[in-house]
């Protein structure tokens, strides 16, 4: 059974750059039908997907973040991250990490999510 | 970037009645390749999304058949025959089609 976990700190200071990892469990990230995805909530908002990374590395961002966003995998230890600079108020989510299978399109699973702050 | 609207916001529902959640997108969602990569997700209270089906219909292992997706183009549904207390929590379409990927605002299934 695949597991994903994120970690990294939950309080980030304003200007600064958020740093998460996600952990998978249960299966290789390398693979010939998944790659891996980061997926945030705002507190009483909609989901919106960050980006995702296939094992080669390479990585698809949505515009919104791109200039801010760098997603990148370490298959050595099975684990994929998320790295978002200059952040403010506004990114303050529950960030989550998920699985997307890239021929069917969907994200399953997902890990438990974390909140991350952004407060001084 | 293709909105996604879900209607109703909220959906209160009594115990063994039918609940049903409207998905709308602001252009159609066939790829070129002929599918519709529109999902269905469940999350219940403190936990995070679930996946319950793909490609509009295709039910994954597990999920109860009292649910069924439906739907094609720009207009998709999800609809609960029964309601049981387990399906309480926030369901949310979202679409694969095209990158951006995005997804509804939810729709909160709550028993009265």
């Known amino acids: 059974q695949v597991q994903l976990q994120e970690s990294g700190p939950g309080l980030v200071k304003p200007s600064q750059t958020l740093s998460l990892t996600c952990t998978v469990s249960g299966s290789s990230i390398s693979s010939t039908t998944y790659c891996w995805g980061w997926i945030r909530q705002p507190a009483g908002r909609e989901l919106e997907w960050i980006g995702r990374?296939?094992?080669?590395?390479?990585?698809t961002y949505n515009p919104s973040l791109r200039s801010r966003v760098t997603i990148s995998v370490d298959t050595s230890k099975n684990q994929f991250s998320l790295k978002l600079s200059s952040v403010t108020a506004a990114d303050t989510a529950v960030y989550y990490c998920?699985?997307?299978?890239?021929?069917?399109?969907?994200?399953?699973?997902w890990g438990q999510g974390t909140l991350v702050t952004v407060s001084s | 970037d293709i909105v996604m609207t879900q209607t109703p916001l909220s959906s209160p529902v009594t115990l063994g009645q039918p609940a049903s959640i409207s998905c709308r997108s602001s252009q159609s969602l066939v790829h070129s390749d002929g599918n519709t990569y529109l999902s269905w997700l469940q999350q219940r209270p403190g936990q995070p999304p679930r996946l319950l089906f793909y490609?509009?219909?295709n039910r994954l292992s597990g999920v109860p058949d009292r649910f069924s997706g439906s739907g094609a183009g720009t207009d998709f549904t999800l609809k609960i025959s029964r309601v049981e207390a387990e399906d309480v929590g926030v369901y949310y379409c979202m679409q694969g089609t095209q990158f951006p990927l995005t997804f509804g605002g939810g729709t909160k299934v709550e028993i009265k």
């Open positions: 490609k509009i219909s």
């Open positions: 998920a699985r997307y299978d890239f021929w069917q399109n969907w994200f399953d699973p």
């Open positions: 990374i296939y094992d080669s590395g390479t990585a």
